[in-house]
């Protein structure tokens, strides 16, 4: 089972910048699409950003194109969330996802099969 866990959330002012991280055990992530979604308090999940296995191709949801840039170092099991010009609706807990094995990247929660924990990016206005 993979084992993801995210960090580089926290409180930041509108207009300001985050990384976000996402670390994958071993060799976890071979093969593997990985999403970043999104979850604000009484609201659904929402995808942010997705990522295919060689890096070449990349999705984004449209409230968050070109603010937003999603990369992945294969060779350190890692893949990052670059967020610039943040705003207050950006605000929520942040999860990277890895897809099933070989999938295309995709936006659809359901296609992700393994989860990490969490990390709270705040926005404040």
């Known amino acids: 089972q993979v084992q993801l866990v995210e960090s580089g959330g926290g409180l930041v002012q509108a207009g300001g910048s985050l990384r976000l991280s996402c670390a994958a055990s071993?060799?976890?992530?071979?093969?593997?699409?990985v999403g970043w979604f999104r979850q604000a308090p009484g609201k659904e999940q929402e995808f942010v950003a997705g990522?295919?296995?060689?890096?070449?191709?990349?999705q984004y949801a449209e409230s968050v194109k070109g603010r937003f840039t999603i990369s992945r170092d294969n060779a350190k099991n890692t893949v990052s969330l670059q967020m610039n010009s943040l705003k207050p609706d950006d605000t929520a807990v942040y999860y990277c996802?890895?897809?099933?094995?070989?999938?295309?990247?995709?936006?659809?929660?359901?296609?992700?099969?393994?989860w990490g924990q969490g990390t709270q990016v705040t926005v404040s206005s």
């Open positions: 996802a890895a897809g099933r094995r070989l999938a295309p990247v995709t936006t659809i929660y359901s296609d992700y099969a393994e």
């Open positions: 990522v295919n296995w060689s890096g070449g191709t990349t």
């Open positions: 071993g060799r976890a992530l071979v093969g593997k699409a």
